[in-house]
């Protein structure tokens, strides 16, 4: 950790547009793991980070919602999303839209060098090895791209899944290859993010893995939506909440039938 002094850290949790629309529960998992780590958690007002309006080559969109985030996240010693996608806008693509702006480029970088995506800054920073939770069966992780390759989150929510209770982990075959959501590439390119996800999906049914993880609500909304149109019953959840114990929610496109937990054979077919 950069503090000096032995005051708890201050995070400033980004809760992303997609956690605070349709997956609220990933959020209260963030702040449980990161009070549990012994972090003060606070969630400013926030917007949009601008990954859909960077993506889709909108600057002067991207641009006011890049200030308005440097702005509302003065201050803190850390700044953690439960998404490697929308940490590595903030840390990896501010700083590239204001490189030709000498007034927020010192601004961009700042906040860049501060944020963190959620398993990486437990095991990173905060040095975090295990955690207090139980998740009965065998899961599979999906490495979404953002995180992966701009953010190098690979080994950190596997170590820490290892520390769940009662967890299996079932490596998924090419964990590291695209589900096909790309934000506004699955609206732009239908075909070809199908063509993708369904082979997604089709290497999550052949683990047999009760539960399919990974870090960014995105991604795991495509692949639940995939697995459920196809008849599956595969739980779908963000890791955050197995690793927060916090599973009592269906899992994500659950239908209302199954809205209690699955306690049955672990085959997802």
């Given at each position: 950790m950069s503090k000096t002094d032995s005051s708890p850290p201050r995070v400033g949790l980004f809760v992303t547009c997609l956690v605070d629309l349709m997956r609220p529960s990933i959020?209260?998992?963030a702040v449980k793991l990161l009070e549990d780590a012994g972090c003060v958690v606070e969630v400013p007002e926030q917007t949009c980070c601008g990954q859909p309006a960077y993506n889709s080559g909108d600057r002067g969109t991207t641009r006011a919602l890049a200030e308005r985030t440097i702005e509302n996240f003065r201050g803190y010693d850390y700044v953690v999303a439960p998404s490697?996608?929308?940490a590595g806008m903030i840390k990896v693509h501010f700083p590239e839209l204001f490189s030709d702006d000498p007034n927020w480029l010192p601004r961009a970088n700042d906040l860049a060098a501060r944020t963190y995506e959620l398993t990486s800054f437990l095991v990173d920073v905060l040095g975090v090895t295990s955690v207090d939770a139980t998740y009965e069966?065998?899961?599979?992780?999906?490495?979404?791209c953002s995180g992966l390759r701009e953010l190098g989150v690979r080994s950190?929510?596997?170590r820490l899944l290892a520390s769940v209770k009662g967890l299996a982990l079932e490596e998924l075959a090419e964990s590291d290859v695209c589900c096909g959501f790309g934000g506004t590439f699955a609206v732009k390119y239908g075909e070809i993010s199908d063509a993708i996800v369904s082979?997604?999906?089709d290497h999550v049914v052949e683990t047999r893995a009760r539960t399919l993880l990974a870090g960014d609500l995105g991604c795991l909304m495509n692949m639940a939506g995939k697995l459920s149109r196809e008849g599956h019953r595969t739980e779908v959840r963000h890791v955050a909440e197995v690793l927060a114990g916090l599973t009592d929610e269906p899992g994500?496109?659950?239908?209302?039938?199954e809205k209690t937990r699955h306690h049955g054979p672990e085959s997802s077919a």
């Open positions: 959020g209260f998992a490697g996608s929308c069966g065998t899961v599979t992780y999906h490495d979404s950190q929510p596997r082979a997604k999906a994500i496109a659950a239908p209302a039938r």
